[in-house]
């Protein structure tokens, strides 16, 4: 089992910065894909950015140039760097785990946290 936890959301104006990070516990993180969701009211949960355990990254168009997903192995943890944000960005942000290949399918991770709240105001 691993439990995921997240932290770092809040209020921020347009043009913000925040940093989430995910701390996990109960495995090391080092041997999974670790993936970046979110969800605003009203949709469904939507891919945001990936790593690999090798270091490749991955983002969806959106975040693409203002987003920056990193991990520290030896911290058992990941980071999303969100700059330049945008009111469009206000969701509650997941971070998930999975082994495999597939990084933005939100179907394939086994492992979720509980979720911080990211809110952008204009």
């Known amino acids: 089992q691993v439990q995921l936890v997240e932290s770092g959301g809040g209020l921020v104006q347009a043009g913000g910065s925040l940093r989430l990070s995910c701390a996990a516990s109960?495995?090391?993180?080092?041997?999974?894909?670790m993936g970046w969701f979110r969800q605003a009211p009203g949709k469904e949960r939507e891919f945001v950015a990936a790593?690999?355990?090798?270091?490749?990254?991955y983002y969806a168009d959106s975040v693409k140039g203002r987003f920056t997903v990193s991990r520290d192995n030896a911290k058992n943890t990941v980071y999303l760097q969100m700059n330049n944000l945008k009111p469009a960005d206000t969701a509650v942000y997941y971070c998930?785990?999975?082994?495999?290949?597939?990084?933005?399918?939100?179907?394939?991770?086994?492992?979720w946290g509980q979720g911080t709240q990211v809110t952008v105001s204009s």
């Open positions: 790593i690999r355990s090798g270091g490749s990254t």
């Open positions: 998930a785990a999975r082994t495999g290949i597939s990084y933005s399918n939100v179907n394939a991770y086994v492992y």
């Open positions: 109960g495995r090391t993180l080092s041997n999974y894909v």
